[in-house]
Nanobody, 123 residues
């Protein structure tokens, strides 16, 4: 499975961005897709995940009500809509995939990773 992330950029405090992650290769319905982020000097942090089959979602508390994860099944693409962005959301954002149906938040439990995309929120 190959993952291609895009959509990062520079935005002002309170602005919005939408990240995309296109999956290719041997994909199936038994996958969980997740978004993580890593700020300079910090560990990689779970942001949100979606179960490909059924669309159940899960978010870290700090983004609830501001971020929304969704998927487009025909396009094999997962999105992260980020609204009301804050400077503390600044990080490199990564999409990831894991086989199975269980949503987990530990990066090591994800099997595939895309390249990161930089999100910078200016104050």
């Amino acid at each position: 499975v190959q993952l291609q992330a895009s959509g990062g950029g520079l935005v002002q405090d309170g602005g919005s961005l939408r990240l995309s992650c296109a999956a290719s290769g041997r994909t199936s319905s038994s996958y969980v897709m997740g978004w993580f982020r890593q700020a300079p000097g910090k560990e990689r942090e779970f942001v949100a995940a979606i179960r490909w089959s059924g669309g159940s979602t899960y978010y870290v508390d700090s983004v609830k009500g501001r971020f929304s994860i969704s998927r487009d099944i025909p396009k094999n693409t997962v999105y992260l809509q980020m609204n009301s962005l804050k400077p503390e959301d600044t990080a490199v954002y990564y999409c990831a995939a894991r086989s199975g149906l269980q949503i987990v938040t530990t990066p090591l439990l994800y099997d595939y990773w895309g390249q990161g995309t930089q999100v910078t929120v200016s104050s």
